[in-house]
């Protein structure tokens, strides 16, 4: 239910990898908050399930399937958007891949080439074709998931830990080229959060125990924590907060 600080009714929002975990929860409390949410993954099953959830719920979403790794398929979804709702007020690049976990020297090319295409490329151009609209209608609100490896890089995960640095640079570089259109750009930066793509994290329980203990409250996050940050960016409430990062580690804002 939307609420007076909060409501998003007659916005349409975009979430990317919404199918599950951190992108779902994020994609189901905007369409509380009256959004009208595109629910975007790579497998449009996926991404139909969660729309239908929202919509029994007394929301409003669709699902697109995307990859955007693949230029092409953001091409389609941009244009999906432009014929279908001509605007854009809220876009969310959650979609994310980690491909390799192990070290550093032993990172291939073809998962380097992977992590860069969605982490960075994917998150620009998503960046690109949203702010366009966005500048065409007024204004926005991107918010970027990037993580606690962009600070700190995670053990074993070295290349994402790199594109995920990158994340945060490219959101302040948009955040202050885009502020004069009313674009809003921030990054939620998780900490250690129970979802299926940190599998390889809590199956390792040596490698579990070494990151949770260096989380103050010494816990792990779930997905849901992560969506009311995320609601808060896009919201007219911080609508003078831009170029920021916000850490949501462990279930504790910095």
Same mark, same amino acid.
């Given at each position: 239910?939307? #609420?007076?600080?909060?409501?998003? $009714?007659?916005?349409?929002?975009?979430?990317?990898?919404?199918? %599950?975990?951190?992108?779902?929860?994020?994609? @189901?409390?905007?369409?509380?908050?009256? !959004?009208? *949410? =595109?629910?975007?993954?790579?497998? =449009?099953?996926?991404?139909?399930?969660?729309?239908?959830? =929202?919509?029994?719920?007394?929301?409003?979403?669709?699902?697109?399937?995307?990859?955007?790794? #693949?230029?092409?398929? /953001?091409? +389609?979804?941009?244009?999906?958007? %432009?014929?279908?709702?001509? @605007?854009?007020? /809220?876009?969310?690049?959650? !979609?994310? $891949?980690?491909?390799?976990?192990?070290?550093?020297?032993?990172?291939?090319?073809?998962?380097?080439?992977? #992590?860069?295409?969605?982490?960075? %490329?994917?998150?620009?151009?998503?960046?690109?074709?949203?702010? @366009?609209?966005?500048? +065409?209608?007024?204004?926005?609100?991107?918010?970027?998931?990037?993580? /606690?490896?962009?600070?700190?890089?995670?053990?074993?995960?070295?290349? &994402?830990?790199?594109?995920?640095?990158?994340?945060?640079?490219? #959101?302040?570089?948009? !955040?202050?080229?885009?502020?004069?259109?009313?674009?809003?750009?921030?990054?939620?930066?998780?900490?250690?959060? @129970? $979802?299926?793509?940190?599998?390889?994290?809590?199956?390792?329980?040596?490698?579990?125990?070494?990151?949770?203990?260096?989380?103050?409250?010494? %816990?792990?996050?779930?997905?849901?924590?992560?969506?009311?940050?995320?609601? &808060?960016? *896009?919201?007219?409430?911080?609508?003078?907060?831009?170029? +920021?990062?916000?850490?949501?580690?462990?279930?504790?804002?910095?």
């Amino acid at each position: 239910m939307a #609420t007076q600080l909060f409501d998003l $009714t007659g916005k349409v929002a975009l979430v990317s990898g919404a199918s %599950r975990g951190i992108g779902e929860e994020i994609a @189901k409390l905007l369409a509380e908050q009256g !959004a009208h *949410v =595109i629910v975007s993954s790579r497998k =449009i099953d996926d991404c139909t399930a969660v729309a239908d959830e =929202i919509c029994k719920a007394g929301g409003s979403a669709e699902a697109f399937a995307c990859n955007v790794g #693949t230029m092409n398929q /953001i091409a +389609e979804l941009f244009a999906h958007i %432009r014929k279908t709702h001509g @605007k854009l007020h /809220i876009c969310v690049n959650n !979609a994310a $891949t980690n491909p390799y976990f192990g070290h550093v020297l032993d990172t291939d090319l073809g998962a380097y080439n992977k #992590t860069v295409e969605v982490n960075i %490329r994917g998150y620009f151009f998503m960046s690109i074709e949203a702010g @366009k609209l966005m500048r +065409e209608h007024g204004g926005g609100a991107i918010v970027n998931t990037a993580s /606690i490896s962009a600070l700190q890089p995670g053990p074993m995960q070295g290349i &994402y830990s790199i594109t995920k640095a990158a994340v945060v640079n490219m #959101t302040k570089v948009f !955040a202050k080229e885009c502020a004069p259109f009313g674009i809003r750009c921030n990054a939620l930066l998780p900490g250690l959060t @129970k $979802t299926k793509f940190a599998g390889a994290l809590f199956s390792n329980e040596d490698i579990y125990q070494m990151a949770v203990q260096a989380i103050p409250m010494a %816990r792990h996050a779930e997905p849901s924590e992560m969506a009311g940050t995320v609601l &808060y960016l *896009v919201s007219d409430a911080s609508s003078y907060t831009t170029g +920021e990062c916000i850490t949501v580690d462990g279930g504790i804002t910095i």
